[in-house]
Structures are given as C-alpha cells and as structure tokens.
C-alpha cells in the first residue's frame, strides 16, 4: 500500500471509529432522556460542575450508565470537548425529536379518519393559560382511541383565541378543522356551529328504573328506606341537570345512537332512527347516500342475526372492532361510517382533565421558568408512554439529525 492510501485508510478508519462512538454516546444519552420523560423526572442541578457532588439526573444517570458498561464508558472518554451530548440545548433537541416521534405515531394511526377535540384550559404553576387537546378517534381496527396531542401557551381564553390555537396546533400535523366530528370543553365555550357539528357527550347505557324499586323499598328497613330515598334524590337531581345540559336535539342524537346498541341481540335497533341519525351529517350522508343506507341497515340486521360473532357483544365500542374483524365493515361501509360518528362523540372530557394532573407533576414549583415549547414535549412523552415506548432510538436519533446540520452525522 503507498503511503498517501495507507494515510487516508487510517484516516477513514478514525473517521469510522469517530462515528461509532457518536452514536454510542448519543444512545446513552437518549436512553437516560426517555427514563426522565417516562418518570417525569427534571434534568439539570444546581451545580453541573465536574466537582458537584450531585451534577442533576441527568448528568448523574449519564456517569451511572458509564460506570456499568465499558463500551459506554469508553465512547464518552474518546468524545471531542465539543461533542458531550450533555449541553441543554442538546437535551432539549432530543426530547423535541421524542416527542414528535410520538405524536406522529399517533396521527398515522388516526390517518385519514375523522375525529373529535377534547379542549380545556388552565394556568400552570407560573400562572400561564395552557390550553390542552386531546384527539378522539375511531382507528383502523375499529377501536376507539383518545390520546393527549398538545399543550398550547394562549394569551386569553375567548373563543376566537383558543380557535386559532386549535387550529394552528392541528396545521402543524397536516390536520385540519374540517374533520373535525366532535368536540368536548369543560369551561371553553363551543368553536363551531353548523348542524352536523352538534356535539353531546354520551353516557353509554343509562338505565333508570324509579317505580319498581321504589315499592320494593317499602318493605325493607327503615334505614334502607332512607338509603333509597337519598339515592332517588341524586338520581332526580342528575336528571334535571341532564335536562338543562341537553337540548331536545341532542337528547333525540343520544336516542338515536342508543340504536346501534350491540346487546341483546340488537333489541335496540331502530332503522328509522338511524336514518334520522345520519342526517345529522349531511357532509357524510347526502340524499343518495341516505337511501344507500337503509339498504344497507336491512341487509346488516339479518346478516349479524345470523352471525354468532355478534350474538355477545357489550357496548358499541365491541361492535365496531367486531366489523372490521369480521371484515363487514366493508360489506356495509355506510353503517360502519354512523358507528364510527357515534363513537367519535366524546363521552367525557377526562382525557384532557388528566392532562394538567401531569402538567403539575411535569412543571413544578421547582421548574416554574420551564419553556412551553419543552413543557409540551415533556407532556408528550410523559402521558402518551405507551406510544413513546414503541419507538426505537433509531428513529429518534433520525429525527434529532434532521433537525439542523450537526458537528457528526451518520
């Protein structure tokens, strides 16, 4: 070999050396990054000097994870001063690139589909308006799904702001307002108004039965007697509360959905009131779609009356993963599009309630001047860490390479 290949050999060897032990380093990194986000842990200490007797987890994980392997410990030891992996903003880098990973994971799995908004408002510890969203979907398999999606910084909570915000947060993932099917505030005030976008929460399978237990009650103690009667008292007040919530059309939606009840043999079903359901959407049912439906609606209740696939199912949620098991959601496209509608409808807004739960656990009073950009990827990974688990450092390390030119690249 002549001199000037053997030079450039070893230096291609260095080179490849160099790159190994990047990634080495850099997979150390994030996989003490994803056990502070799992654990909601903070990253920095007060003193990060060499000589601090306690550097932060961060730094701290970092050196405990090197004391243990050899490999680790030898990629940091060969690192360039100017390739530590350990400056905040590197920190920062990654958990952005972790939690967008997550996200789009989630919106994949939304895809094409349409879906609600849970939104909700509330000051965190440095008393900043966060607006939180959480998505409500049907996916692929037919289950339903709701999973935390952002958490936006809003200067004031009228309704035109939180809309924009919405909006804006929505455009960031190609998504938009217009597949929008259901909405849930807690406290917001309803962003929009047009008729197939009438939006109730469904309390699935609400049965109240006064009269008879009533005289039951006559003849047993006292006590029990007074026990029932505190019960009646909640029950008529929940009802009058129902009854000031719901108007008659979204009572008459709530009745209407009741009809594609799965239980006994489909005893609900009423395909005059499903019909009358999907007028409700007049963007997904037009005139011709709507006499498409009724033979569809036929042909489906004789075809699961005879399947004994559907002969033991509880609640709507099993029936539409049973159609596209069974594949029927093919066969009646239509009415697994109203199942899917109905399902969509947020039942409750806790997803999003639960969001600052984590919000006060993520910034707290010893993390009050956290950037809301950061806070919002903390949030990401924190909540939706099942989804988080499922992605490889591969993936993250792809996306964090992506996002500006880098000192080493692979």
Do not use: W
């Not at 008393?127 to 936006?152: A, P, T």
């Not at 007049?282 to 439906?293: G, M, R, V």
């Not at 109905?342 to 969001?355: D, G, I, K, W």
Request: proline content about 2%; overall charge negative; some cysteine.
């Amino acid at each position: 070999m002549r001199p000037k290949q053997h030079i450039t050999a070893a230096i291609e060897k260095q080179s490849e050396q160099a790159k190994n032990n990047y990634q080495i380093h850099l997979t150390a990194t994030i996989d003490c990054i994803r056990f502070l986000l799992r654990q909601g842990l903070t990253f920095c200490g007060n003193d990060e000097t060499d000589d601090s007797v306690n550097q932060g987890n961060f730094l701290e994980l970092l050196n405990f994870l090197a004391q243990h392997n050899e490999e680790i410990d030898r990629a940091f030891k060969n690192a360039r001063e100017n390739l530590k992996l350990i400056a905040p903003s590197i920190q920062k880098d990654i958990v952005r690139a972790a939690a967008r990973k997550t996200t789009k994971v989630i919106v994949d799995d939304l895809g094409d589909e349409l879906f609600a908004v849970l939104v909700d408002e509330a000051c965190d510890i440095s008393i900043k308006e966060q607006m939180s969203v959480c998505l409500r979907y049907v996916n692929k398999e037919g289950q339903v799904r709701e999973h935390f999606f952002g958490l936006v910084h809003v200067s004031n909570t009228n309704a035109l702001s939180l809309k924009l915000a919405l909006e804006s947060l929505l455009e960031t993932y190609n998504l938009s307002l217009s597949r929008v099917r259901g909405q849930g505030y807690d406290g917001a005030i309803s962003l929009f108004c047009d008729k197939h976008d009438i939006i109730v929460p469904i309390m699935d399978d609400i049965f109240v039965s006064q009269g008879r237990s009533r005289r039951k009650a006559q003849k047993i103690s006292n006590l029990h007697h007074f026990q029932v009667e505190i019960f009646y008292q909640v029950v008529d007040r929940q009802l009058q509360e129902l009854n000031n919530r719901f108007t008659e059309v979204n009572t008459e939606l709530l009745l209407c959905i009741a009809c594609l009840n799965p239980r006994h043999s489909f005893f609900a079903f009423d395909k005059e009131k499903l019909i009358q359901l999907a007028q409700f959407y007049p963007l997904e049912f037009s005139s011709t779609q709507l006499l498409a439906l009724d033979s569809q609606l036929e042909n489906f209740i004789l075809d699961v009356h005879s399947d004994d696939h559907f002969s033991d199912l509880n609640g709507i949620g099993a029936l539409s993963q049973k159609l596209v098991e069974t594949r029927k959601n093919i066969v009646y496209p239509l009415v697994f599009l109203l199942l899917k509608l109905a399902l969509v409808l947020p039942v409750a807004t806790a997803s999003v309630e639960r969001t600052f739960s984590a919000m006060n656990v993520i910034k707290s009073r010893l993390r009050n001047r956290m950037g809301d950009e950061f806070l919002n990827d903390c949030l990401v990974t924190y909540i939706e860490r099942e989804t988080f688990d499922c992605i490889d450092n591969e993936k993250i390390i792809q996306s964090f390479q992506n996002m500006k030119l880098r000192r080493m690249e692979f």
